[in-house]
């Protein structure tokens, strides 16, 4: 019996179940949202590259220094034993995101993920050098001449220049970046220091410059997540059905809806005619479609149905400009609802405003909203999860700030001797061998006092001078305890450390063996 299995060739015409995406050209935009975006990412960047050239206490103030097992934070020097902290600050980090998604939903991805911020960056080098909306199409869809070849030239090199940058930044923040600098002129980076630098401008020229939106659509995980912090009383960007369908051109002197006797639709039948408009491309959306901007369709299988026709008086404020998508750096249509590829950036809401300006309509046809008021029902923004994670961020932060600034800048560890359990010595005493580890985190030498507390009788031999510890350095210093008066079992005992000045004291709390 044969055991290969017949396969019938469905198509043989090289066709892919691979489509590619069309790319999104999205259109520049002015406002308060574009405003405020535009004022985020200059101060990101801003303290990106600026804090690794500032100097604090004479050395660079941020500076990640893995070979010494330091982090230098503006005067703050975090060393191996304070990884709390990190492990606080990682907490916080992650109430913060899960805070804000609940509250306005994505205000992270659209005002400071470093994808948006960097993209931004590269869209305006884009405009620079290849023009607006309009020129950058043609200039795609034209054939390679002479000036498409300078302006495309001119824009990778402007793009590579700035990731070289922000790779050699990037390493910067872990090797003193005067000292960078100074190795570049004669070509003496390590290898280590030459591939990083590589590799994070190569990635920031790939992520800003060629996939975009694919990284927030594809390779982000937050996308996928953040419908479990979503309800219907988030902040939202929404479109509002009601007002606005059903959509379409109109002649100028056309009253808004909100001024006609028409008035707000109910949202059902509101909703209906989203669904209809979404599933059946307009006039418009099929130009956008010719431009090359993303919009969603709807499954669209079987014979498409004309949209019925609408007398004047019957229309909605939206006139179907699709200015809202064209905008949208993520090339999708808010009019269809909220999509998980919504960044929450706030452009679709800046340009709708402008066309209602033009047409004398009010405002917020667009808006950041919820749901439920939407759709006209009570709505409650400050709600139980709000409040929780709103506390529990909260104490977080009091809980960091205060261990930050009360943490001692002095760490003690006792070791025993684990060669001997305890020593006789010729005269009949007990005594028991320790070493003890100090740690000096200020940034100039100090002098520390040792001292014993615990079980009568006991003192550290030869106990005269003070140990002398250089700034940022370890050192073990060995010590004896005896029992002058004999001791015998297991005696609580505790090591005091403190400075000379009597600014910083530490307690290591040990155990004092002697004979059963």
């Known amino acids: 019996m044969s055991r290969n299995i017949p396969i019938d060739v469905v198509d043989d015409g090289g066709g892919s179940m691979y489509v590619k995406e069309r790319k999104v050209y999205p259109r520049d935009v002015s406002g308060p949202l574009s405003r405020l975006r535009v004022a985020a990412v200059v101060w990101l960047l801003g303290m990106f590259y600026l804090f690794p050239w500032l100097r604090w206490d004479g050395r660079q103030a941020v500076l990640f220094d893995l070979p010494a097992r330091k982090f230098h934070v503006f005067g703050l020097t975090f060393w191996p034993q304070d990884f709390l902290f990190l492990a606080l600050l990682l907490i916080i980090a992650a109430l913060a995101l899960f805070f804000f998604t609940a509250l306005a939903g994505r205000l992270f991805c659209g005002y400071a993920c470093p994808q948006t911020v960097w993209t931004e960056v590269f869209l305006w080098m884009e405009r620079l050098t290849e023009g607006d909306r309009p020129h950058r199409m043609k200039l795609d869809a034209g054939p390679w001449t002479g000036e498409k070849i300078l302006r495309k030239g001119a ?121 209809r408009a979404s599933k059946h491309p307009s006039a418009a959306t099929q130009a956008a479609h010719a431009k090359g901007t993303i919009t969603w369709d709807g499954d669209l299988g079987g014979e498409v149905q004309p949209l019925p026709k609408f007398g004047y008086e019957e229309l909605g404020d939206c006139i179907d400009c699709t200015i809202c998508v064209q905008v949208c750096p993520t090339g999708i249509d808010i009019r269809n609802g909220l999509q998980y590829e919504c960044i929450a950036c706030g452009a679709c809401i800046d340009a709708c405003n402008e066309v209602m300006d033009k047409m004398g309509y009010p405002k917020g046809l667009i808006r950041y909203s919820t749901q439920n008021a939407i759709d006209g ?64 985190k200020a940034d100039d030498p100090r002098r520390f006092r040792l001292a014993i507390e615990g079980a009568p009788g006991l003192e550290l031999r030869d106990n005269d001078d003070l140990v002398t510890v250089a700034a940022g350095a370890v050192v073990s210093v060995p010590v004896v305890v005896v029992a002058r008066d004999g001791a015998s079992g297991r005696n609580d005992i505790r090591f005091v450390v403190e400075s000379e000045d009597g600014a910083s004291r530490e307690v290591v709390e040990s155990s004092f063996f002697g004979p059963m």
């Open 155 to 275: 824009k990778h090199l402007l793009w590579a220049a700035f990731a070289l940058w922000t790779g050699f930044t990037f390493v910067g923040f872990f090797t003193p970046i005067t000292d960078l600098g100074a190795r570049l002129s004669t070509l003496s980076w390590g290898g280590w220091e030459t591939f990083w630098v590589l590799f994070y401008a190569f990635a920031t020229w790939g992520n800003a410059g060629f996939l975009r939106e694919q990284v927030c659509k594809y390779m982000c995980p937050y996308a996928r997540f953040q419908s479990a912090m979503f309800d219907r009383n988030t902040l939202i960007i929404a479109y509002d059905p009601m007002r606005g369908e059903p959509r379409g051109p109109r002649k100028r002197g056309l009253a808004s809806v909100l001024e006609r006797a028409r008035g707000l639709l109910d949202p059902r039948t509101a909703y209906d005619y989203v669904f």
């Open 377 to 440: 029902k009570p709505t409650r923004v400050l709600r139980p999860r709000i409040l929780v994670y709103g506390l529990l961020l909260a104490g977080f932060m009091v809980a960091w700030a205060v261990g930050v600034g009360t943490r001692s800048d002095l760490i003690v560890e006792a070791l025993r001797d684990r060669n001997a359990l305890y020593r006789e010595t010729a005269d009949g005493l007990v005594e028991n061998a320790y070493t003890l580890k100090l740690v000096n």
